[in-house]
């Protein structure tokens, strides 16, 4: 079963181009799965029965595991048995009849515009450090790029003078977000200030560098901007993925077209950018009350 599953991960990697991350989150899901088989002797994927993975699950969810990650955990199984009977692994797929949980999707913590004004006025910009910080929060707000993606961000990726980057996302797929007037001035100012002293003369092509002139890590994002939250006295459970929930509802809220949201976030699916609709009850029934034969 071992082997079954490099060979998943290896498909996973090569014909499907899943990220590094998420090939991860399967393998680790995947080997509970198979731990758990081998504790029930199981020594076939074969002999594997609905009842085994029902048995699983519910294993699980004693174990304290929250319902979110159970439906994740049911997910990686059933694409691995799915591959493995395309592959003619096993015969037949028990997992093809297994109905997924319908869960609620949790509405993700958003920033008001105030609060993300008062965020971004938190770097001292006398400093070299504020500097770059106030260049990383500004552009993070403006794209909403993820936090992998703006850690992988390189010089090159710019053009300051039409003001977009060139972001590579999941499955290494590109996209093109403009970056808009602030986050321009803000970025320009760290290049030409800052950056060169930061990398010390080595030729880094990262765009973001620590005080070493190595490429910032995600963890140091975010302490970042856990930092500047505390220091604007935002209480609200903040990481960086709350600035990009921000950036996505505050272009709902202006009426941007719910496809072109989806396109700048780099989400495959528009179901995934649909969570956004929940903040904007007030556009949903003006437009309602506008459209509507009987309002």
Request: proline share 3%; with cysteine; glycine share 6%.
């Amino acid at each position: 079963m071992r082997d079954l599953l490099n060979e998943f991960l290896n498909y996973l990697s090569v014909e499907r181009g899943l990220s590094k991350n998420t090939i991860l989150a399967y393998r680790r899901d995947l080997n509970k799965y198979i731990e758990f088989l081998e504790r029930r002797k199981v020594g076939s994927i074969e002999n594997v029965t609905r009842r085994m993975i029902s048995s699983y699950l519910l294993e699980l969810k004693d174990g304290g595991l929250s319902a979110n990650s159970i439906s994740r955990n049911l997910v990686a199984i059933k694409v691995f048995h799915r591959f493995l009977a395309a592959e003619g692994y096993i015969k037949d797929d028990v997992t093809s009849v297994i109905e997924s949980p319908r869960l609620w999707k949790r509405l993700p913590e958003v920033l008001t515009i105030k609060e993300v004004e008062s965020l971004l006025a938190q770097p001292d910009l006398t400093r070299w450090i504020g500097v770059r910080d106030k260049a990383i929060l500004e552009l993070m707000y403006a794209t909403g790029v993820r936090v992998e993606e703006l850690s992988n961000l390189k010089v090159d990726d710019l053009n300051m003078d039409v003001g977009f980057i060139r972001c590579i996302g999941k499955g290494g797929k590109e996209r093109i977000v403009p970056m808009g007037k602030e986050a321009v001035r803000a970025v320009k100012k760290y290049l030409e200030k800052v950056r060169s002293k930061l990398a010390r003369g080595a030729n880094s092509p990262g765009l973001f560098l620590s005080r070493f002139g190595r490429k910032i890590s995600r963890q140091t994002f975010w302490k970042l901007i856990k930092r500047y939250a505390l220091c604007a006295k935002i209480r609200k459970p903040i990481t960086p993925h709350t600035l990009r929930h921000s950036f996505a509802t505050h272009l709902l809220e202006r009426g941007a077209d719910l496809r072109v949201i989806q396109e700048l976030l780099g989400h495959a699916d528009v179901s995934s950018t649909q969570i956004y609709t929940h903040v904007d009850k007030d556009r949903l029934k003006s437009i309602h009350h506008k459209y509507h034969p009987r309002p």
